[in-house]
């Protein structure tokens, strides 16, 4: 006999007219049958309203060799549902008659449900051995009492605890509610007889609305199937959660999605109704911790999971286990279900469970140790937003003890996010306050989402003193100070404007590219850490991290319809990715090299990738085919980068072959080439020696301009004639990485090498900008789609986004690290350099500026009383400045080396000197007397003063020598270090002076003594810097590793091993470092002054 003829004859429902298959679920259905193994037994398939657990069934058993092997007495299929006695009464008579159709057993049917039950067994056991029987859609246990006599059953339930008054062995198979897109997808083709790939963006969106749902999808199919061009009406209705309208005749027993639900919903015992009418408050997609319903509902722990048990048997929850912890969940379609029909108390739950909150906590004492800590940090806010608790929500979000809890938490990312979605609350309270909360997050996110977590007080210290985020701060650091604590004042801010908006450190790693998506709202990053990042720009919160590549990322590049992210990278692999998703799309491996850059095309229409590869060539890639569709020959170089006109007809690219080259999309054929190299020739040099690597290019709004970067210049050629229209130069200390034109004006982005970026005019040639902030290398700066942001990446791991309109303008002079600090009484005296040289007089308190002289100064320095200053320059010269009457003093006899340091003696009448050699010089400028103190045998240092004119100097040479500076006599020498000594420091006792060295070592020494008292071993790096203690009896050493410790000063013993502090980055070359210290008096051990060095 058939599989069909069986299947027929025992009532198993035919395949809907619309089927796809689910091989992983059937097949699961079916190694349950075959392991009752002809025995009696259960199996049962469970899951939610409308997951399609009936047609999977009915799929199991339509197989031959399951139906010969395990069943060859037949199946036989009774559809239940929700009945009473007498309801079970006529199925099982049904049944029964079904069976014994030539009436050989009686002739009357059954009286009561015990006598059908054994008529029943009779007749499986007699004449239908070896049959399975199929019981779809069960509600109730004591149903299945009446089937419970040793035969094999198959059967479909919401409630999978039906069979636990039972006997025999029991197998359960859960079905997933989710389809899966693709399943869905094709299920709505079939309904309207069009193919997958051309079903619209709508079809997506329905099955990403219902999360898969096989009778959401049915429904709407078969609703489509009648009015075909209803697709965004119903994607509406479904969003705007209206199910009645969902509605349609089929053979599923409900007609609308909202009957199939709100069955389950009133199926359960009056006493536990309102508990689940309490889940209506959680939002999708969140599993919720036990301990949250436990303070909801004011339960013991096990009393609150006993009714939580209840909802998961009848699929009308979902339970996560972790372990010995357990978290609930809705389906999005029960969320959707609840919210709607509940409407009305929504606001009222919400308030319960704030009261309920407050009843046990204090926001900020959450602990990360209670279970339940991450769903309030998560969800408090939404809870009282929605409660309308708007005075409780203000007092949460702008207390900076809220602020400090949660970013240690979770970071400052959903903080941002939730000060942008609140706003509109937060405003009716104080808008500037919210303000002052807001850019506090977003200018400090990228050191608030490290370990270890920073001092937010500290932090605070540093707004401006208008802040509430200031004055909170400063109210917590007056009451830390009586415990002890140390607090530093930024006396000089108001002076300091901060240009980034937003700051975020998504990588762990240089960033070497960024990108905005088309409609603004997300960046996308890569870089050495071998990863995509895509973030809210708005907020800086994570949205995806994919692990791109084996090697490190090098560019990334959104889609025109933002649909797709192209990655290219070191490993030579180009790959494509669903933006949203983060699943990858596409992989292409035909470049032999590096892949250096990646570029869509700018209209949608027609999408192509363009890369270009240190292997010389570009390619162009079409996301419809697997295989490359041109590559360009040409370039005898890397090819660095490229970008597309605005109209798409030509792309360009910059190679390290000096040139600039214009392709023809269409034909893929060399249009012209214009050599960027010729302008850097100068007559004496040949071409063919000089190297000129152009870094990258960007096109004008209108396309009739072009914008190329090589070197320090940016030049700017018209498109039509290739003749240079501007030449710019940024600088000669450093190099562009990146520029970028904005897409609404005249001004160009440009990322330097220097640790800053500028914006420049590119009609009048002027820079507009110099905005800084980065700590290393600016790999990247590029415009937003509407021009009104940019957004920079940097070696420092960070991303900066920058307001086009608000960065400064004016903003080009920049201090140098050559700087000199007087304190005298209540003054605070800066003598410093700027980036064009000039010498600049700083007060500290009110920030006024007196400009002196302009030379090329290398250090400087200021006499004891503030009444001379003191300047050495790149070609040795000393000067002396007399701030009176700004007499200048010259040197006769200057060093023959770029001067390193420079010191007056106390009396201001001398000045002591090194540089880059091996002598030091003592110059009273006054009586133009010169001395040299002349014996190391390397560089020197630096040096110190000692009292009773004495110096103390140390050198490459390893060498630690005392000098009479009236005399010019070396006194004592010690051989301190085989290495470099880099620095030393003298008791405040004057009676031992300490020694670091690169041979990773420190010594403390006697001035009486040849040999050191104690040689401190263990740290790992160099040691760079040392201090005593105020009453001499300890010694604080740094190292490069970022590790300080705490040593006996009388016995050389480790007293103290402090954390690495440094700042968290990577710059290439370099390595993070304390290079300074110092101790605060009375507070011996309780304050470092850290710096990092680059």
């Known amino acids: ?45 469970y899951g939610m309203a409308g997951c399609g657990k009936s047609v999977l069934a009915a799929e199991a058993v339509r197989d031959h060799d399951l139906l010969e092997g395990c069943f060859p007495g037949g199946v036989h299929w009774v559809s239940v549902g929700k009945q009473d006695k007498s309801g079970l009464l006529m199925k099982l008579q049904n049944l029964c008659t079904r069976l014994d159709q030539d009436e050989s057993f009686s002739q009357r049917l059954p009286l009561n449900i015990e006598e059908a039950k054994d008529r029943l067994r009779i007749l499986m056991l007699r004449k239908h051995p070896r049959s399975l029987l199929i019981l779809d859609d069960i509600w109730d246990p004591w149903v299945l009492k009446a089937f419970d006599n040793q035969c094999q059953i198959l059967l479909t339930t919401r409630d ?35 193919k997958k790939a051309d079903l619209p963006e709508q079809a997506h969106n329905i099955i990403k609305q219902c999360q898969g749902s096989p009778l959401v999808v049915s429904l709407i199919g078969a609703l489509l199937r009648d009015f075909p061009s209803r697709w965004e009406y119903y994607l509406r209705q479904l969003q705007n959660k209206q199910f009645k309208r969902i509605r349609k005749s089929s053979s599923y027993a409900y007609e609308a999605l909202d009957e199939a639900m709100s069955i389950s919903v009133e199926m359960l015992r009056e006493d536990i109704k309102d508990y689940y009418t309490d889940l209506s408050i959680f939002q999708k997609d969140v599993k919720v911790p036990t301990k949250v319903l436990c303070i909801l509902w004011d339960m013991e722990t096990e009393e609150v999971e006993d009714i939580l048990q209840e909802f998961v048997n009848k699929s009308l929850l979902f339970c996560d286990r972790n372990g010995n912890s357990f978290r609930y969940y809705l389906h999005d379609l029960q969320v959707d279900f609840l919210t709607e029909k509940n409407r009305d108390q929504l606001q009222d739950l919400h308030k319960k469970v704030i009261t309920q909150f407050q009843r046990y906590y204090q926001p900020h004492t959450l602990s990360l140790d209670q279970e339940d800590c991450m769903y309030w940090y998560s969800f408090l806010t939404y809870h009282m937003a929605s409660a309308n608790m708007h005075k409780e929500l203000c007092a949460l979000m702008f207390a900076l003890d809220w602020i400090k809890a949660k970013t240690e938490f979770a970071g400052p990312a959903h903080l941002i996010h939730e000060f942008v979605e609140y706003r509109h609350i937060l405003d009716e309270k104080d808008c500037a306050v919210c303000e002052n909360f807001q850019e506090f997050l977003s200018l400090n996110g990228h050191l608030l989402g490290r370990q270890p977590f920073p001092n937010i007080v500290q932090l605070g210290l540093c707004e401006p003193e208008t802040s509430e985020v200031y004055q909170q701060a400063k109210l917590k650091a007056k009451q830390e100070v009586d415990n002890g604590m140390l607090y530093l004042e930024w006396i000089n801010k108001k002076n300091i404007k901060n240009l980034s908006r937003l700051v975020v450190r998504p990588h762990t790693d240089a960033v070497y590219h960024a990108c905005f998506s088309e409609n603004g709202q997300r960046i996308a990053s890569c870089g050495a850490d071998k990863t995509l990042q895509v973030f809210k720009a708005e907020t800086g919160e994570k949205l995806l991290e994919i692990r791109a590549h084996e090697d490190e990322v090098l560019c990334c590049a959104f889609s025109t319809d933002d649909r797709f992210i192209a990655t290219c990278s070191v490993d030579k692999k180009v790959k494509i990715w669903d933006s949203m998703t983060g699943k990858l799309v596409h992989t292409y491996d035909e470049h032999s090299e590096q892949v250096n850059c990646c570029q869509f095309t700018n209209n949608s229409h027609h999408l192509l990738l363009a890369t270009g590869s240190s292997d010389c060539f570009l390619k162009l890639w079409d996301l419809n085919r697997t295989e490359c569709r041109n590559t360009m020959f040409g370039h005898t170089n890397s090819v660095n980068h490229c970008r597309f006109s605005p109209d798409d007809k030509l792309l360009a690219s910059c190679s390290a072959d000096g040139t600039l080259k214009f392709w023809d999309v269409k034909s893929a054929n060399e249009r012209k080439s214009i050599n960027v190299k010729q302008f850097f020739l100068s007559s004496e040099e040949p071409q063919e020696e000089m190297e000129v690597m152009v870094k990258c290019c960007s096109w004008s709004s209108d396309g009739s301009r072009i914008m190329v970067a090589a070197k320090n210049k940016i030049f700017l050629f018209d498109i039509h004639t290739s003749g240079l229209l501007a030449e710019i130069h940024t600088g000669h200390h450093s190099t562009i990485q990146y520029c970028d034109f904005s897409p609404q004006n005249h001004l160009a982005v440009v990322a330097l090498s220097q640790y800053c970026v500028e914006l420049w005019n590119m009609d009048s040639c002027l820079k507009v900008a110099d905005c800084r ?15 009104t942001s940019f957004l920079t990446s940097s070696d420092d791991q960070t991303i900066r986004l920058w307001e086009t309109k608000k960065v400064c303008e004016n903003s080009a002079i920049v201090l140098k690290q050559e700087i000199d600090v007087a304190f005298q009484e209540n003054e605070v005296m800066v003598l410093a350099v700027d980036n064009i040289r000039r010498l600049q007089l700083i007060n500290g308190k009110t920030s006024q500026i007196d400009y002196l002289a302009e030379a090329q100064v290398s250090c400087c320095c200021l006499s004891p009383h503030l009444q001379y200053i003191a300047f050495g320059g790149n070609d040795g010269a000393l000067e002396i400045l007399e701030l009176l009457n700004n007499r200048i003093f010259q040197s006769r006899d200057g060093h023959k080396n770029t001067v390193r340091h420079i010191q007056f003696t106390a009396d201001g009448k001398t000045l002591i000197s090194s540089a880059d050699d091996s002598a030091i010089q003592v110059w009273n400028w006054q009586s133009e007397e010169y ?3 002349q014996a190391h045998q390397e560089t020197v240092k630096d040096f110190r003063l000692l009292p009773n004119s004495r110096l103390l100097s140390w050198s490459f040479d390893g060498t630690v020598k005392i ?24 008791s405040p006792d004057a009676t031992k002076f300490s020694s670091t060295s690169a041979d990773k070592t420190a010594k403390i020494w006697s001035f009486e003594l040849l040999s050191p008292l104690h040689e401190l071993k263990g740290h790992k790096g160099c040691v760079r810097c040392s201090v005593f203690s105020v009453d001499s009896t300890l010694l604080a050493t740094g190292d490069d590793n970022g590790e300080i410790r705490i040593w006996n000063a009388s016995n050389g013993e480790l007293l103290h091993l402090c954390d690495p502090i440094f700042v968290n980055i990577h710059v290439e070359g370099t390595e993070e470092f304390v290079s300074n210290l110092g101790l605060i008096r009375d507070q011996p051990l309780k304050s470092f002054g850290i710096n990092s060095d680059f």
């Open 1 to 45: 006999i058939s599989v069909r003829t069986v299947l027929c004859e025992g009532g198993v429902p035919q395949r809907p007219v619309v089927f796809v298959t689910r091989k992983k679920l059937v097949s699961a259905i079916q190694q349950k049958l075959f392991k009752l193994n002809s025995e009696p037994g259960w199996v049962t398939v």
């Open 160 to 194: 999978k605890s039906v069979t636990d008054s039972v006997m025999g062995p029991k197998y359960v198979v859960p079905v997933e509610s989710d389809l899966g897109k693709e399943k869905g997808l094709e299920i709505l083709s079939l309904f309207v007889n069009m």
């Open 963 to 986: 000098w009479n500076v009236t005399t010019g006599k070396m006194e004592k020498d010690f051989v301190c270090h085989q290495d470099t000594v880099l620095s030393c420091d003298v």
């Open 931 to 933: 001395v040299s103190l």
């Open 773 to 787: 902030g980065h700590l290393s290398w600016v790999h990247c700066a590029m415009f937003s789609p509407d021009g």
